[in-house]
């Protein structure tokens, strides 16, 4: 199964594949693909609460590196909130459950585990640009999970 065909209808991107849509600079990858093969397939996609804050983070940090230009910064920012990303809440059950991955994936920080929480939760398809965390999913057995690349 190709990374564009999703196994159902919902799914979650972390902040990874949002910037690599909004800033093509910082990526070698076609992923706005993605985004119109996701689109007319009706998919919806979900974020963890703590997306807006890991992009709006990374937006800033272009803008501070001088990779892009403070007003290319608010336009991406822009970008962002017209992905139209489904953003849920974190509830401690999803802060157990971030953690219980994070353990599961030997990981000292659970950032990208509420990605994982959150798919599983849906019963989505997970896709990153993080290919060290795709993998280590995978190597567990995950079958919902994709590096966007592939």
Same mark, same amino acid.
């Given at each position: 199964?190709?990374?564009? @065909?999703?196994?159902?209808a919902t799914i979650v991107i972390d902040a990874?594949? +949002?910037? /690599? *849509?909004?800033?093509p600079v910082m990526s070698t990858v076609d992923v706005? @693909?993605?985004?119109?093969?996701w689109r007319q397939a009706n998919c919806e996609i979900h974020v963890?609460?703590? /997306?807006? *804050?890991?992009c709006t983070s990374v937006?800033? %940090?272009a803008?501070? @590196? &001088?990779?892009?230009?403070?007003?290319?910064?608010l336009i991406a !920012?822009?970008? !962002?909130? +017209? !992905?139209? *990303?489904v953003v849920t809440p974190t509830t401690a059950q999803h802060c157990r459950m971030a953690y219980a991955w994070a353990e599961r994936l030997a990981q000292a920080k659970a950032y990208d585990s509420f990605?994982?929480?959150?798919?599983?939760?849906?019963?989505?398809?997970?896709?990153? *640009?993080?290919? %060290? !965390? +795709? &993998? @280590? +999913?995978?190597q567990l057995g995950v079958g919902w999970v994709y590096w966007i690349d592939k």
């Amino acid at each position: 199964m190709s990374s564009s @065909s999703p196994t159902s209808a919902t799914i979650v991107i972390d902040a990874s594949v +949002a910037i /690599w *849509a909004i800033l093509p600079v910082m990526s070698t990858v076609d992923v706005i @693909s993605h985004f119109v093969t996701w689109r007319q397939a009706n998919c919806e996609i979900h974020v963890p609460s703590l /997306w807006l *804050a890991e992009c709006t983070s990374v937006i800033r %940090r272009a803008v501070h @590196s &001088n990779i892009i230009q403070s007003k290319e910064g608010l336009i991406a !920012l822009e970008d !962002l909130f +017209a !992905l139209d *990303a489904v953003v849920t809440p974190t509830t401690a059950q999803h802060c157990r459950m971030a953690y219980a991955w994070a353990e599961r994936l030997a990981q000292a920080k659970a950032y990208d585990s509420f990605y994982l929480a959150l798919a599983e939760e849906l019963g989505a398809t997970f896709f990153t *640009a993080d290919k %060290r !965390l +795709a &993998n @280590s +999913a995978q190597q567990l057995g995950v079958g919902w999970v994709y590096w966007i690349d592939k």
